[in-house]
């Protein structure tokens, strides 16, 4: 079979790709392509050919064709890719010419899944591609580049070689406990288990770094009404992104905006001001407000520091006094009422004052957030994992392995460690795909786009 697809984005561009994978791909993209040179011809194979598309002897499109033979492709097979202007409709066009001629229509990721198949990468691998499509940061895209290059890959491989060696020698004990085989050193075994145990939980505990790193750090924007929201939204962004007036209410519902701070993605919602009122609709952004709260990995907390705390200020305080919070002293132009210190007992080390009438607090701010998402810069070699699926089977590994540990120290038996570590090693292998079944490879390829 040969499948076809659009590669690009559907917005118009400069260039955009058609591309062909299979058995009939170079056939295929011949029957269509004109050129001084031809596809067929291996010489010309991973160059790049000037000519043009054409059906039924009209002209389609001017276009630069490259054929890529098996197995020096991204999908291990033959494959062609067609690089023409990046009109939408002439795309398609060219499209249809090859799905006309018997190609058949790429599923999302299909292209992706087999070069799994065909060994090209491995799941992580694969994981990381999408994962580089959508990164919203430089610090994503350095995270996805690291695991597309297969530094998880190899990591979790290195766990499974030396748990597959513990393996064998279980095995070994319990098939020829009869015979003259050396009997198995129980305490070398615990300690090789203990060493790997430690490593994988390492592992595991990158995972919220990792996240945050990848899926940006969820930023909740709270206070009263009138407190400064909107203006520290737009200081921090750069841009009137809100609407500032005297009004109180003016925010009645979630404003969300991205903001790129030294790499890393802050996702801010500039929520409603958290106030008693009757008015339905400002009842339903307070609620959404109350939320965003909840769900929020930051909450920056304004407060008039020219007025004194009041019964709302309290709830707010009270609401988030166990969360990360940033507590910003705001209006300090008109004079400030509100003690530092006193302050600081509710949020030890994250109170700042601020005047963004005359642009004081926005540097230290993000001095902060820095300080507390960005601790430590990620080495080129440091590997940390963000995939919760990855997560997961992960702690799984981590579970069945320190059983067999148990298991081994309490004499209870060989033969029920050995259950347990093989879980410990098929777990990892999902990870990398080896051992993970169809639903799950089905699963992790919708995710992409077509013709990836």
């Known amino acids: 079979m040969t499948i076809a697809a659009i590669s690009t984005a559907k917005s118009p561009a400069g260039i955009g790709i058609v591309r062909l994978s299979g058995d009939a791909a170079i056939s295929l993209a011949c029957g269509f392509f004109r050129g001084k040179q031809s596809l067929e011809d291996p010489a010309n194979d991973r160059k790049l050919l000037y000519g043009h598309i054409v059906s039924e002897g009209e002209v389609v499109d001017e276009v630069l064709a490259v054929a890529f033979r098996a197995p020096f492709s991204y999908t291990g097979e033959d494959m062609v890719e067609i690089q023409a202007h990046g009109s939408r409709i002439g795309l398609e066009r060219i499209l249809n010419c090859f799905i006309s001629a018997g190609a058949e229509p790429a599923k999302r990721g299909e ?21 580089m499509i959508e990164a919203e940061s430089v610090s994503a895209q350095k995270q996805s580049a690291r695991q597309l290059t297969g530094h998880l890959y190899r990591k979790i491989e290195g766990f499974r070689t030396r748990i597959k060696d513990t393996l064998a020698h279980l095995v070994a004990d319990i098939d020829f406990s009869t015979e003259e085989v050396e009997p198995v050193d129980v305490s070398a075994l615990i300690t090789t288990c203990e060493a790997i145990l430690a490593e994988m939980k390492a592992l595991e505990s990158t995972f919220t770094r990792g996240k945050l790193v990848q899926e940006g750090i969820a930023t909740a924007i709270v206070g009263k009404p009138n407190v400064g929201k909107s203006s520290f939204l737009n200081k921090m962004l750069r841009e009137d992104k809100a609407i500032v007036t005297d009004i109180p209410g003016t925010t ?27 008015d339905t609709i400002e009842q339903i952004g307070i609620e959404r407000a109350m939320a965003s709260m909840e769900e929020a990995d930051l909450i920056i907390a304004l407060f008039d520091a020219s007025r004194p705390l009041e019964e709302e200020d309290m709830e707010i305080i009270e609401r988030i006094k166990d969360k990360r919070v940033i507590c910003l002293l705001n209006k300090q132009d008109l004079g400030s009422v509100l003690d530092k210190e006193a302050m600081e007992a509710y949020f030890p080390g994250a109170v700042i004052e601020t005047s963004f009438i005359r642009d004081e607090g926005l540097a230290a701010v993000e001095d902060l957030i820095e300080s507390w998402f960005l601790s430590g810069t990620i080495e080129e070699d440091e590997i940390q994992i963000y995939s919760l699926r990855h997560k997961l089977l992960l702690a799984e590994a981590v579970e069945s392995l320190s059983k067999a540990v148990e298991d081994i120290r309490s004499g209870v038996g060989l033969d029920l460690a050995e259950v347990y570590v093989e879980d410990a090693f098929l777990k990892l292998g999902e990870i990398t795909g080896q051992t993970a079944g169809e639903e799950v490879l089905d699963h992790v390829f919708s995710k992409f786009c077509i013709g990836k």
């Open 111 to 131: 292209f992706t899944k087999i070069a799994f198949l065909n060994g090209k990468l491995d799941l992580t691998e694969a994981e990381a591609i999408i994962d």
């Open 252 to 278: 009645r519902d979630v404003l969300e905006a991205s903001y790129s701070l030294d790499g890393i993605h802050l996702r801010i919602q500039d929520t409603a001001g958290i106030r008693k009122t009757q």
